[in-house]
């Protein structure tokens, strides 16, 4: 009978939610869409991309230090400290727009392939990689020397991609639902394979402890990867319209457009859900701050829909209320 109690209790336990929750915000304003942030926990910086410029916050304090502007459609961004380097993946420019992490300065422009959308640093071998959306492939750059090393075909529509610190870069391939793992010094694709049942994958996160790879996918599951087989050993489901995926301590994340956090994690070797945080419509991309453990998603105020007009399916997507746009903080 006292076993049975014990083995109850751990249970319990072992299923007990996260206690995720909106912490607070950090209003913004301004005007225009947005796409990824990156948060730089060691220097307490937040770079969230919007419209035409890429706004930089102090997570200490949750203010707005400045901005990095005059863009023309901004996707990604990726630092390298060591350089006092920023990487912006600019897409319409179809280049990537270099600045000064302290001035904010833009200080040089390198062509890339058509529609830069994400762009990771690798650091050992100390080069910046954008993914093409248009062109399908990988611009490979010095991040020193701001040279373009080389242009690497990836596939179809490659969505976001992660590093391992250890010389491979991954990215999702959203047309063909696969994922593809990059030796940067190379540099070259080393290995492709299908993340089915998973369609349409865009936001990546990896564990490069764990070796493990979590794509989210348009069909509301998560795909995640063993990298040395880069097999799919688990689904588990996630909520409707996820466009980033996030790692911290054990716990993998979806940004959900729905107004949903799913927080993920492994249980007796088994990953399945084990949280839904309510956070706000359209908030669909996310960071994690390793350092602080905190959530970064970015979000603003709409319109109300309009209605559909006869004969179409859906109606169009609600304005955005000018001035609305501002960070969720998202932690325990």
Same mark, same amino acid.
């Given at each position: /009978? ?219 599951? /998560? ?62 991309? /996310? ?46």
């Amino acid at each position: /009978m006292k076993k049975t109690i014990i083995v109850s209790l751990t249970a319990a336990v072992a299923f007990a939610a996260e206690g995720y929750h909106v912490l607070g915000k950090i209003q913004i304003g301004g005007e225009g869409g947005w796409d990824y942030l990156l948060a730089d926990g060691a220097n307490h910086r937040l770079y969230a991309t919007h419209g035409t410029s890429v706004v930089v916050v102090d997570t200490r304090e949750n203010k707005v230090l400045g901005a990095v502007s005059g863009l023309q459609g901004v996707h990604g961004v990726a630092v390298v400290p060591k350089l006092n380097k920023g990487f912006i993946s600019d897409g319409r420019a179809n280049q990537a727009v270099v600045f000064d992490l302290k001035t904010l300065a833009k200080t040089g422009e390198v062509a890339t392939g058509a529609n830069p959308d994400s762009i990771c640093y690798e650091p050992r071998t100390n080069r910046i990689l954008t993914f093409n959306g248009r062109s399908n492939d990988s611009t490979v750059i010095d991040a020193a020397t701001n040279a373009v090393v080389a242009t690497i075909p990836v596939g179809p529509k490659p969505e976001f991609c992660a590093a391992d610190g250890a010389g491979k870069v991954y990215v999702n391939i959203e047309t063909s639902g696969e994922i593809v793992e990059i030796d940067a010094a190379k540099p070259a694709v080393l290995r492709r394979a299908p993340l089915a049942p998973c369609e349409e994958p865009s936001g990546l996160a990896i564990d490069p402890k764990g070796r493990k790879l979590f794509s989210v996918c348009g069909n509301k599951i /998560m795909a995640i990867t063993d990298i040395p087989t880069l097999k799919v050993i688990a689904t588990p489901a996630i909520g409707q319209g996820p466009d980033a995926a996030g790692y911290d301590s054990g716990l993998a994340f979806s940004s959900n457009g729905e107004g949903t956090l799913t927080v993920v994690r492994n249980v007796n070797g088994k990953w399945e859900p084990a949280e839904t945080v309510r956070t706000e419509r359209g908030a669909r991309t /996310m960071a994690v701050d390793p350092e602080t453990h905190k959530l970064y998603l970015l979000a603003a105020d709409f319109e109300p829909a309009p209605e559909a007009k006869e004969g179409q399916k859906g109606g169009r997507r609600p304005a955005i209320i000018p001035g609305s746009f501002h960070v969720l903080i998202v932690g325990k």
